[in-house]
């Protein structure tokens, strides 16, 4: 097979979507102005912004005095967090549930609220990566004012059970958020069908342009400032509004949700082709539930091929992924959300995340089903680790020899 | 600018000297899976030189480029040389690692340190016990935060 470029890290960043960059284009040379602008070419430019807001309401089934646009998912985690940390501490409550394979933007928010004096109960997620309602209300205390939970995790792609959790929290009375980051645009997200009461999203997971994002606050509940300054979105967020930022966000999101159907019958097969096929690499093993997933997450572990020599050899071949493993990061602890799976540190290691869009083909997988087996057969030869399971030295931890 | 140098990826991507010694004279294994770095080398020697040298590594791109660099560095070389060659002679030869990374050559290092000093070990062969000091345990390594 020819040797092609094929980009399956989209749960990364996407490529943009050309009606984003077309929608984003006359902000830049046209509508340049700014929306506190009296004169013309600011109120054009208000014009933009006002627009914007009802149609990011409307896909998202709120209304548009409950977006806030922020520069981006991870500060979006960060101000509905505090906020429901701050109206909770005037109540006396200061507890939080989440999860122990959150995002770090949540994580890392909820051990500086530690710091504060608040009290985190982190769920353990079942080896499949999901977690259950139930376990949600059996940790909510009469002191907890928030649970976070992320609608789909960004390495495993298992889709929690929102709408469960955000029953459970309207009866217990507690304020519910959800990172809904790798959801928004993939799968039907809904904030009223699904009960949530704060909700954050990034423009660059759905073929939106980098540093723009959005947070869902429902009507009643009192956003917290992160950012002092000027009186932009209605005091909650200071700073010049993000024009074209926040016009190719509206206009990716649209377009993802106006295919969202097509895209996710697609791309879900496409998943399940590429899961059967690297299935028939002796001693692999999927990571997380094989349907409550993302329709286009794939992540799968190779006993004994460790991720980084794996995504450096797939990236020789033309693929781009990412892994779970150590190396790809600064620390030498592997991903804290495979390891949240109780998966062993020599299987968390060995992992490859392959993420697909609609901008992925058939061919892409047939390309990668060819070349990844190759891959780890190439990281094997070289692998001390794989040499002692063989030889029977260790165990073989990762099932069946011809698994699938 | 690339995560690793050139002559990184080169060692990376064609590894010298991969494979095992059926009847090695010394094995030096250092590392574990837990930290997701094995490095185990193979040396067959004769009247004191490495004659042939051969790794296996379960690790990153830099683990392999380290070993692949240092067993080329040690091959044909008396043991006695094979002992001086520090981890950082092993990065600078490979243009150097990102700061993350260095342990990798770390290991390098000791990898054929555990491997000479099993040789001595086998063939009784008395040596300086201050030369070989016990591996590093991966906690020393650096990590962020």
């Known amino acids: ?404 | 600018m690339a995560l690793y140098s050139e002559k990184v990826m080169d060692h990376f991507t064609n590894p010298r000297n991969v494979g095992v010694i059926e009847d090695a004279d010394g094995v030096g294994e250092v590392g574990n899976a837990v930290c997701g770095d094995i490095m185990k080398i193979y040396l067959k020697i004769k009247d004191g030189i490495i004659e042939d040298v051969k790794f296996k590594t379960f690790g990153c791109g830099s683990a392999i480029a380290s070993s692949s660099m240092a067993t080329e560095m040690i091959k044909g070389k008396p043991l006695s040389q094979a002992l001086e060659l520090t981890n950082k002679a092993v990065a600078e030869a490979l243009d150097g690692l990102p700061a993350h990374k260095m342990h990798c050559s770390v290991l390098a290092e000791e990898a054929i340190r555990a491997a000479i000093k099993d040789y001595y070990d086998k063939n009784g062969i008395e040596y300086d016990k201050s030369q070989f000091p016990e591996p590093h345990d991966e906690e020393e390594h650096p990590t962020e935060e």
């Open chain 1, 1 to 404: 097979m020819e040797k092609r470029t094929v980009y399956a890290d989209n749960a990364a960043t996407t490529a943009m979507s050309m009606r984003a960059i077309e929608a984003m284009t006359p902000c830049f040379m046209k509508i340049y102005g700014n929306p506190s602008s009296l004169h013309s070419i600011g109120q054009e430019a208000k014009e933009v912004l006002v627009d914007c807001r009802e149609r990011m309401a409307a896909r998202l089934g709120c209304k548009p005095e409950e977006i806030y646009f922020t520069s981006g998912g991870s500060e979006a985690d960060n101000q509905c967090i505090r906020s429901a940390a701050l109206l909770g501490a005037r109540k006396g409550k200061r507890h939080i549930v989440s999860t122990a394979f959150e995002h770090h933007a949540v994580l890392h928010t909820l051990d500086k609220l530690k710091k504060e004096g608040f009290e985190v109960t982190l769920l353990d997620v079942h080896n499949n990566g999901l977690i259950t309602a139930e376990e949600v209300r059996a940790a909510i205390r009469p002191d907890t004012c928030l649970v976070t939970v992320m609608y789909a995790n960004n390495e495993i792609g298992t889709i929690q059970p929102i709408r469960e959790i955000g029953r459970v929290c309207r009866e217990m009375g507690v304020i519910f958020h959800t990172d809904a980051v790798q959801a928004v645009g993939h799968i039907p997200v809904n904030v009223a069908e699904d009960n949530v009461d704060m909700l954050s999203l990034s423009a660059h997971k759905f073929h939106g342009p980098k540093g723009v994002g959005a947070l869902y606050c429902k009507k009643g509940l009192p956003l917290s400032t992160l950012i002092e300054g000027g009186a932009q979105e209605r005091g909650k967020r200071a700073g010049t509004e993000n024009i074209a930022g926040i016009a190719g966000m509206t206009a990716a999101l649209e377009e993802a949700c106006e295919h969202l159907e097509e895209n996710m019958e697609r791309l879900t097969k496409m998943r399940d082709r590429l899961i059967e096929g690297l299935k028939k690499i002796p001693y692999s093993g999927l990571n997380g539930d094989a349907k409550r997933r993302l329709p286009g997450n794939v992540n799968m572990s190779f006993e004994g091929a460790e991720g980084e020599s794996l995504i450096l050899y797939a990236s020789a071949e033309g693929i781009c992924l990412s892994s779970g493993s150590a190396c790809t990061t600064a620390s030498l602890q592997p991903s804290h959300v495979l390891m949240s799976l109780g998966l062993p540190h020599e299987v968390a290691h060995c992992s490859l995340r392959i993420t697909l869009a609609d901008t992925n083909s058939e061919e892409d997988v047939d390309y990668m089903l060819e070349k990844l087996p190759k891959v780890v057969e190439r990281v094997r030869n070289i692998s001390s680790l794989w040499d002692d399971y063989v030889s029977g030295k260790i165990p073989h931890v990762l099932g069946g020899k011809t698994q699938g």
